[in-house]
């Protein structure tokens, strides 16, 4: 079993970054909603190699750098040549008293507070660190961390990050990476796609980590944001295909979806989703995999894991093949967008 098969994020100024179909998603391995032992996170990462993934994302916020550097003790093992390597900016990383300590979502972390810096002087400090905490000498693929209204409360906090971007110089410190060819490829990783085509509107990225906004449940990037891409030629790293969880576990009690309990119309709108991937002995999990894929721009699909046998798991799902007539009935019935790209046999053979 691999996920070898390649596609490739073009880098305007600087070499082409390969992505395997599947890649390996840090948030996870620093502890998100509960602690993963170091074992069980080396492990998945050897899986994640074992397997055929080469392409690898993390973020400072992930466990405040405990992802990173669990990463980077695989890296170490795996050669920095034999992997493809994304992190982020946006978040500083400062020593902090006990109780200034700011987790998010993630448990057993380091002393550290989160300060958010967009700024020519914060992407730089911001990657330095990264690379510390990474043991490497550069990344491949460097993302604006987390500017959209979701991660930053509102609208209007959202705007105020987008201009410190632009007006305080972080845009102009990745574009000198870019340029000075220290990485290949700049994009934004956020939870929303509208963001993302306002940012290429401002700005010439490569591509963007986008989490939970084109899956089997939501299609709306496909009004405008997933056409001005194959327009300018902007590759889609896919997070979240699974809407938080829902998609995996299905509509059960207590089901996920952004990061919250799904509400009602989630859930009987999944109940139909399910239905149709009964009647074709197909889980729902593996028709959500790979849906994302069927898209010309998504380069790569991240979906998390905290041991090795998630990873084989997610490795077994995008391999299953899944018949035809599963998509066309889902178009059919309304369940998916009639001008969504479906995955054909070639988006998903061994």
């Not at 969880?245 to 309990?261: M, P, Q, W």
Request: one cysteine or more.
């Amino acid at each position: 079993m691999t996920v070898t098969a390649t596609e490739l994020l073009n880098g305007r100024t600087a070499r082409p970054v390969p992505l395997t179909r599947m890649g390996f998603g840090g948030a996870p391995l620093g502890n998100l909603y509960r602690k993963v032992s170091d074992e069980d996170a080396q492990a998945a990462l050897q899986a994640a190699f074992d397997l055929g993934i080469r392409f690898f994302d993390t973020a400072p916020q992930y466990g405040l750098g405990r992802s990173e550097q669990r990463f980077g003790q695989a890296i170490a093992r795996f050669g920095r040549e034999e992997i493809q390597l994304s992190t982020k900016i946006g978040r500083l990383l400062l020593d902090c008293a006990p109780h200034q300590v700011t987790p998010e979502a993630f448990v057993d972390v380091p002393q550290k507070r989160i300060v958010f810096d967009y700024t020519y002087d914060g992407v730089m400090r911001s990657y330095d660190a990264s690379r510390d905490r990474l043991g490497v000498s550069c990344a491949d693929i460097l993302l604006v961390h987390d500017v959209c209204a979701f991660s930053q409360g509102s609208q209007e906090a959202s705007d105020a990050k987008i201009r410190e971007l632009f007006d305080g110089g972080g845009y102009k410190a990745l574009v000198e990476l870019r340029e000075a060819g220290e990485i290949s490829a700049i994009g934004a990783g956020v939870n929303e796609w509208q963001v993302c085509e306002r940012l290429l509107g401002l700005g010439d990225f490569d591509g963007f980590l986008l989490a939970g906004r084109y899956t089997l449940l939501e299609q709306d990037a496909l009004d405008s944001f997933l056409p001005l891409c194959e327009k300018r030629d902007v590759g889609i790293i896919l997070g979240g295909p699974y809407n938080s969880g829902i998609l995996a576990t299905g509509a059960v009690s207590g089901a996920k979806y952004n990061y919250a309990d799904a509400p009602e119309e989630i859930l009987a709108r999944v109940r139909q989703i399910e239905a149709v991937c009964s009647a074709h002995d197909t889980p729902l999990i593996a028709a959500a995999l790979q849906f994302v894929l069927g898209h010309p721009c998504v380069k790569t699909v991240v979906p998390g894991a905290v041991n090795a046998a998630e990873v084989q798991a997610n490795a077994a799902l995008l391999e299953r093949q899944i018949p035809a007539a599963l998509w066309s009935d889902l178009c059919s019935e309304g369940l998916i967008r009639s001008d969504a790209p479906l995955p054909g046999e070639a988006a998903y053979a061994a």
